[in-house]
């Protein structure tokens, strides 16, 4: 019951997120310094949640290395502009190699 | 129509990859699939799913998948002169298809000079919003009930950094960014509550891109 809710919550305000912007924005402009805070928090907690995710084996740092391997797949195919399908196979793809090969 | 279908087309592959992840969680399957039409954000999905997974509370969790999406005020910021004037059906119902590939799509005819009266902009966001939606949903609902049917040596767990990484690292353009990453990183990597070093990023995140450093006088 509690995880029902928990995505009632999320997606009430994630909605309220975008309304709230569209219909604000069009009626108050953003200053350039709110729009420059609001990009680098949401990019702040982006790059948190990729470092967050990363699998770890063992706790702390261990990081493995077909998904150190991985990841740096994924930042190399990501900034070359790749589709996110594409960097999401990449980085599977790359995991799966070193994995093989060592 | 054609942007639509393609885009669909483009995600259906990672709606399922993400619902077989999500899907490898203790989470009800049925919670997870719910979260595709109620919330049309992967990375928060998976955000909001993995939390509740770590035994976040209520609260925190929703509060942490709500914060992924901060850059839909941007998003949304950006789209409003293509709201203003239009019905309020519009703009209550249009709003819940603003996500990253509506944003781009809109960018691209904007660029292409396409869609420019009110009428053809409202056909075009709901049916492109609607049928990205219905894909999107249907591609999470076939991996949390298909996710089983995977090799086991798909690696699925990569599928959320991997999809942080293919979001982000397009945005880290100019030094102010890269400080940013840095700072996220720094932080992500200290043994402390996820919760806690997600608010403490954004803070972070806000601080720095605020800092009146490097700007012209």
């Known amino acids: 019951m509690t995880a029902y809710l928990a995505v009632l919550l999320a ?49 702390g740092l261990g990081v493995t290395p077909p998904v150190a391997v991985a990841v740096a797949a994924a930042v190399v195919v990501a900034h070359r502009k790749g589709d996110l399908v594409i960097v999401v196979v990449a980085a599977m793809v790359a995991h799966e190699v070193v994995r093989f090969v060592a | 129509m054609r942007d639509a279908l393609s885009v669909g087309v483009a995600i259906a592959p990672l709606g399922v990859a993400l619902g077989a992840a999500m899907a490898k969680t203790d989470v009800s399957p049925v919670v997870a699939a719910v979260t595709a039409p109620l919330m049309v954000a992967g990375a928060s999905q998976l955000a909001l799913v993995t939390q509740l997974d770590a035994g976040a509370t209520t609260v925190a969790a929703a509060l942490a998948a709500v914060l992924v999406n901060l850059r839909f005020v941007v998003y949304g910021a950006a789209m409003s002169p293509r709201f203003t004037g239009q019905p309020r059906w519009f703009r209550l119902v249009g709003s ?27 056909h075009y966001f709901v049916v492109a919003g609607g049928l990205l939606v219905a894909a999107w949903s249907l591609s999470v609902c076939l991996g949390v009930v298909g996710g089983s049917l995977l090799p086991a040596s798909i690696p699925l767990g990569l599928v959320l950094p991997a999809m942080f990484v293919g979001i982000v690292v397009p945005q880290l353009s100019g030094p102010r960014a890269l400080v940013v990453a840095a700072v996220a990183v720094g932080i992500a990597v200290v043994p402390v509550s996820s919760n806690l070093a997600l608010v403490a990023c954004a803070v972070a995140g806000w601080i720095v891109g605020t800092l009146p450093v490097g700007e012209p006088s």
């Open chain 1, 11 to 59: 997606a009430a305000g994630s909605y309220a997120l975008r309304m709230g912007s569209v219909h604000l924005a069009g009626r108050r402009h953003l200053t350039a310094r709110v729009e420059a805070g609001l990009r680098h928090a949401a990019l702040a907690m982006l790059v948190a949640l990729a470092a967050i995710g990363i699998p770890r084996s063992g706790g």
């Open chain 2, 96 to 122: 819940h298809f603003v996500v990253d590939q509506t944003y781009g799509m809109v960018l691209a005819i904007g660029a292409r000079g396409d869609v420019d009266d009110r009428d053809s902009f409202r």
